[in-house]
């Protein structure tokens, strides 16, 4: 935010945010996500391993620990086929603690301009049908928190997936998640 605000004052609206990397750098902020690397590396290892030692490098070495740890995989790559996981059944909203997807989009006034260009794309449009849904049963349906994508039923009586786009919040789940890495997440217009 300083950074924005020292362009803005200085009339360099347009110009890359070139201070923003430094100001990083010399933060508060880096300094507390060092500390903090390997927690969910260590956590993906177990609850015992992982609390004993996310306790040993927090609070007996204070996150100053000479070691960094690394996933081996991707994210993407852990998804199981749905053959070999049990459904999960979530509890209705109620409106009071717990509410529906799109009424909490609605409450993050995300805001698109009808007319500008998509921001989400397939690669393959044949993926989300044919591989998403046959072997994970359509995973993007559930990862998205904003129900940005749907399987509906097409003109020949099969499934295809709807984008709804306008609903994004920009999350980047489904670049990231998205067991085929089809979905194009681009910035949308306007930044």
């Known amino acids: ?3 924005a605000f020292d362009a803005v004052q200085a009339g360099r609206q347009n110009d890359e945010l070139a201070a923003y990397p430094e100001a990083f750098e010399t933060s508060w902020l880096k300094t507390e996500l060092y500390r903090a690397r390997n927690f969910k590396q260590w956590m993906s290892r177990g609850l015992y391993l992982g609390t004993m030692m996310v306790g040993l490098e927090q609070k007996v070495m204070g996150g100053n620990v000479p070691w960094t740890l690394h996933h081996q995989h991707s994210d993407n790559e852990t998804l199981k086929p749905a053959s070999q996981c ?3 059944v979530y509890p209705k909203p109620d409106g009071k603690l717990t509410f529906d997807r799109l009424s909490s989009v609605f409450i993050s006034n995300t805001n698109h301009e009808e ?3 998509a921001h989400l794309t397939l690669k393959d449009p044949s993926v989300p049908v044919n591989v998403n849904l046959r072997t994970y049963a359509g995973p993007e349906s559930r990862y ?3 129900g940005v994508y749907e399987f509906v039923k097409a003109d020949d009586g099969g499934e295809r997936l709807q984008i709804n786009a306008q609903n994004c919040v920009h999350c980047k789940t489904c670049d990231i998640k998205d067991p085929t890495q089809n979905i194009v997440w681009v910035t949308p217009e306007g930044g």
Do not use: F, M, R
């Open 144 to 146: 998205c928190p904003a």
């Open 86 to 88: 049990k459904p999960i």
């Open 115 to 117: 007319n500008q260009p």
């Open 1 to 3: 935010a300083e950074a």
